[in-house]
């Protein structure tokens, strides 16, 4: 089986709509893929709609999460997207993305980038709008060659000169609500260092005690020695070790399936989850 359990549509910050993004999957030889948007469920219809025969969905969210000062992400698999306390939650962070935004937009304009509002909301369509939405918008205005490079403290990486802080969620409040819907998590990509700051491997050990249920290991911001750093970090605490894509379509140069998860990790997952139940697909629309 080959498993891929972090992937982004049009939904969040993916360029690849979610019907698409399930048909790509299929193609790339795929047996199980797992959609995670931003701090959204809103593309899981329209995946579990036009889930090829022979692919199957672990529907999910890559939730924003902060401590310490320093931004995190946690991969949340097969949560009830209904539950009130955990849904209330993802629509703070998710409203508070376009102020945000456009106060980035803002600090833009004044260093010289002629970026607007109407330009990022092009490009965001109806996903949930991001910082990879703004550094799109710097690429089309020649101010950055790739997306990637607009991730610099020149640009808009944490702490750079035109980021601004967004609400996020604290990861153990986040562990939380996952696990009061049923729900599975997994720190996502934890030492990728280029992204920034990550968290210490002490603050991983308080949130493997606090329920944490695994670590995103197989990723392409991890180098080989620190895969197996990780490793062993996960085999000490006791936690699942994943991998994934990371896709987003065009907007990143990894492809599906090029990082993936042992099917006897996968089994777990869902042997843990009991808010929702991975999708079989039987043909799509």
């Known amino acids: 089986m080959r498993i891929d359990l ?7 910050d993916g360029t690849d709509t979610p019907a698409e993004l399930v048909r790509h999957a299929a193609a790339a030889g795929l047996d199980v893929v797992a959609l995670t948007d931003h701090d959204t469920t809103r593309g899981h219809a329209e995946a579990v709609a036009a889930l090829p025969e022979g692919l199957t969905l672990v529907t999910g969210a890559e939730l ?22 955990l849904l209330a939650e993802r629509e703070l962070v998710r409203d508070d993305r376009v102020p945000r935004a456009k106060a980035m937009i803002a600090k833009l304009n004044a260093l010289g980038v002629p970026v607007t509002w109407e330009q990022v909301a092009r490009i965001a369509g109806n996903g949930s709008v991001g910082r990879p939405h703004i550094a799109s918008a710097l690429v089309e205005l020649g101010v950055v060659p790739t997306v990637s490079d607009a991730f610099t403290q020149e640009w808009l990486a944490d702490g750079g000169r035109a980021w601004v802080e967004k609400h996020e969620t604290d990861p153990f409040e986040a562990i939380r609500l996952v696990k009061g ?4 998590c997994v720190l996502a990509h934890p030492a990728a260092a280029k992204r920034g700051r990550t968290v210490s491997e002490a603050l991983i050990a308080e949130l493997a005690a606090a329920g944490l249920d695994g670590l995103e290991v197989d990723h392409m911001d991890h180098d080989p020695g620190t ?16 991998g994934s894509s990371d896709y987003h379509g065009s907007r990143k140069t990894v492809s599906l399936g090029a990082y993936t ?5 996968y089994g777990e997952i869902t042997r843990r989850a009991t808010g929702a139940f991975p999708v079989p697909g039987t043909g799509g629309a």
């Not at 819907?181 to 599975?184: F, R, T, Y």
């Open 6 to 12: 972090h992937t982004h549509s049009t939904a969040s």
């Open 64 to 85: 924003s999460c902060r401590a310490d000062g320093v931004s995190m992400h946690m991969l949340a698999y097969l949560f009830d997207p209904e539950e009130p306390a």
């Open 181 to 184: 819907a049923g729900g599975v």
């Open 227 to 242: 895969r197996a750093r990780l490793r062993g970090l996960a085999r000490e605490l006791g936690l699942l070790v994943t």
């Open 261 to 265: 998860t042992d099917p006897e990790v």
